[in-house]
Nanobody, 118 residues
Framework: QVQLVESGGGLVQSGGSLRLSCAAHGTMFRLYDWDWYRQAPGKQRELVARISSGGNTDYLNSVRGRFAISRDNAEMTVYLQMSSLRPEDTAVYYC????????????WGQGTQVTVSS
C-alpha cells in the first residue's frame, strides 16, 4: 500500500528556512517523478518544484533561487529546502509522485502547513 508521509512544516518568520520531507512508502521510488505543490487559502493549487526520475529539476519562478528540491532514492524520500521565506509562501504544501502509466501510479500526500509571519 502506497503512503506518502510529509513532515517539516510549521511557523517561521519572514526570511527564515524550513525543510519539508516526504517519505514514500510502498513505491518503486526511483522510477517516479516527484513534485511539491502548494495551495494557499482561496487560491488554486500550484506546482512549486519538480524533480524527475533522472534528477532534473524545475521551479516556480517565484521560488527559484530560494527553494531546492532533492531526492534520496535509498531513503525513498523527497525534500524541499525552503530559504528566504516570505509571507506569500504561506500555504499547505503537498508531495506528489507519479510514473507511467500515470493513470495507475499517481499519489498525493496529506499536506503540511507552512506559515510565514511578517
Amino acid at each position: 500500500q502506497v503512503q506518502l508521509v510529509e513532515s517539516g512544516g510549521g511557523l517561521v518568520q519572514s526570511g527564515g528556512s524550513l525543510r519539508l520531507s516526504c517519505a514514500a512508502h510502498g513505491t518503486m521510488f526511483r522510477l517516479y517523478d516527484w513534485d511539491w505543490y502548494r495551495q494557499a487559502p482561496g487560491k488554486q493549487r500550484e506546482l512549486v518544484a519538480r524533480i524527475s526520475s533522472g534528477g532534473n529539476t524545475d521551479y516556480l519562478n517565484s521560488v527559484r533561487g530560494r527553494f531546492a528540491i532533492s531526492r534520496d532514492n535509498a531513503e525513498m524520500t523527497v525534500y524541499l529546502q525552503m530559504s528566504s521565506l516570505r509571507p506569500e509562501d504561506t500555504a499547505v504544501y503537498y508531495c506528489h509522485g507519479q510514473r507511467e502509466p500515470t493513470t495507475l501510479f499517481d499519489y498525493w500526500g496529506q499536506g503540511t502547513q507552512v506559515t510565514v509571519s511578517s
